[in-house]
């Protein structure tokens, strides 16, 4: 082996060779500013993974949102140009009625905060006024709408048998309109319509609908004080006793303590109240007034001549609530794709607003006979397609809208307990079958788009005709305003050179 160089050596040489420079460290800028060294390097494999799914997630939602907000604001360029058209100051502007209940399963606010998202930003676009009918539970908007109907009939000259309690209702009533009347303020004379939002609230309005037109003006007995008076017999029934009763002594009278403080009124001592009970306090809470007729006295009935020959149309929205741990998957899904939702809605909505175009329910098809239409599968939304050969022998499709399957799917979605049958429970709207009477069906309408009010609203980008830029809204936020006004100077007002 050969042998180490001498430590004397290896200093000799290291005189001789040239110095080796120093390497530097870190960026020379970033060293003169004072910043620490920033080695850049790839991340670990766990923060690759956490970055991986926390960007792509933010991703998805970002975007999601992006396009969310320019389908709504297609919709609401379309129907923009209403608001800005003038208005007569004596005349009442249109308004709708907007039905909206609690899903079920949960709260009144999931339907508030949907309508408040998806279905507002269109009305306040078109400049669309609107009465609420709310439902906090299952059967609210069913009174609601039937009591409505039923006021209706009374002011055109229907009478209940019950008359005092009706004249006075509608004397109260009628003020409001005594005095637009005085004023001159005169009615909106063009469509209103009603716009209802999710399976389970359609359910109720179609049954107050009926019960609204179809059923009597007075309310039925209460089953529940007709069978008391039932079973209570004449004999058990306490009699006042005669005045001249010689059994009313001085001894039965009841005798009051000289100690019990007396006012001056020469009332007796009350005694201490008691603390309410919540049972109490939920037994006292007002009772949902029960159908006034049932499904199964449709046909029997004539419908009053104060109805009119077109019901108010209708739009039917989308109310997707799905609840459980379970369907966590399904509602992300749902979460990250609601641009769909919005284009929807919004559709409806602007359908709505314009009011352009009215259709039936059923509508039968131009292009063939009934004898050569077959039903196909069940269409989305209340569609019922129909596939047919026309007579010269072309094969086509049509959709016919169905009022008894519309939003159909949604029931797949309910929670468990709308479902519980309970003994001696009341009729409950949301578990029975949708019953359509055929002669209201032919008077039921909907609201539908044209072919040119679409085509305007997909060739639209979505982008905020009246959006401010940065620079407007600092402005704004600031109070700087510029002066606009046109200066002396510039009409030649200023300085008298040729003097």
Not at 346 to 361: D, N, P
Not at 416 to 430: F, H, L, T
Not at 434 to 447: A, C, G, I, T
Request: net charge negative.
């Amino acid at each position: 082996m050969a042998e180490k160089p001498p430590p004397q050596a290896e200093a000799a040489v290291a005189d001789v060779l040239p110095a080796s420079r120093p390497k530097p460290v870190g960026n020379p800028v970033f060293r003169m500013m004072g910043m620490p060294n920033f080695r850049f390097k790839l991340p670990s494999r766990n923060w690759l993974i956490f970055l991986s799914v926390t960007g792509s997630f933010t991703t998805a939602i970002l975007y999601d949102r992006y396009h969310k907000k320019r389908a709504q604001q297609r919709w609401c360029n379309l129907v923009s140009h209403i608001a800005k058209e003038p208005f007569p100051s004596t005349q009442l502007p249109r308004r709708i009625t907007i039905f909206l209940s609690a899903p079920p399963g949960d709260s009144l606010r999931a339907a508030r905060e949907h309508f408040h998202e998806y279905v507002k930003p269109v009305l306040v676009a078109g400049a669309l006024d609107w009465d609420v009918i709310e439902g906090r539970r299952e059967g609210d908007v069913r009174a609601g709408l039937a009591e409505k109907i039923r006021k209706r009939r009374k002011s055109s000259g229907e009478r209940p048998t019950g008359s005092a309690e009706g004249e006075a209702s509608e004397e109260s009533e009628d003020l409001i309109q005594e005095l637009r009347s005085t004023t001159g303020v005169k009615e909106w004379e063009g469509l209103q319509g009603d716009l209802v939002l999710g399976r389970h609230t359609w359910k109720e309005y179609i049954r107050g609908l009926h019960e609204g037109w179809l059923g009597p003006l007075d309310p039925p007995p209460d089953p529940l004080q007709t069978s008391a008076l039932a079973k209570a017999s004449p004999a058990s029934i306490e009699q006042p006793p005669p005045v001249g009763d010689a059994s009313l002594s001085s001894d039965s009278l009841p005798i009051l303590d000289d100690a019990a403080p007396i006012s001056d009124s020469g009332a007796t001592p009350t005694e201490e109240p008691k603390p309410v009970d919540k049972k109490d306090e939920k037994s006292k809470q007002p009772v949902q007034k029960p159908p006034y007729i049932p499904t199964s006295a449709y046909p029997s009935v004539s419908i009053p001549s104060s109805a009119p020959e077109v019901l108010p149309p209708t739009a039917v929205l989308p109310l997707p609530n799905l609840l459980g741990f379970l369907n966590t998957p399904i509602r992300i899904y749902r979460f990250l794709n609601r641009r769909y939702l919005a284009d929807e809605t919004g559709r409806e909505v602007a359908a709505l607003v314009l009011a352009s175009h009215i259709r039936g329910w059923d509508e039968p098809t131009p292009f063939a006979s009934e004898a050569h239409l077959r039903e196909s599968d069940q269409g989305g939304n209340g569609r019922r397609i129909i596939t047919g050969v026309s007579d010269d022998g072309a094969v086509f499709t049509q959709k016919i809208w169905q009022p008894e399957s519309v939003l159909e799917g949604e029931e797949r979605d309910w929670h468990k307990s709308a479902w519980k049958r309970y003994k001696g429970e009341p009729e409950r709207v949301w578990k029975n079958l949708v019953v359509v009477e055929p002669r209201l069906r032919e008077r039921m309408r909907r609201f539908d788009l044209t072919r040119d009010d679409e085509s305007k609203a997909k060739n639209d980008d979505g982008i905020d005709l009246e959006a401010k830029s940065l620079w407007e809204r600092i402005k704004e936020v600031t109070g700087w305003v510029e002066d606009t006004s046109v200066k002396g100077w510039e009409h030649g007002l200023v300085g008298q050179e040729s003097e």
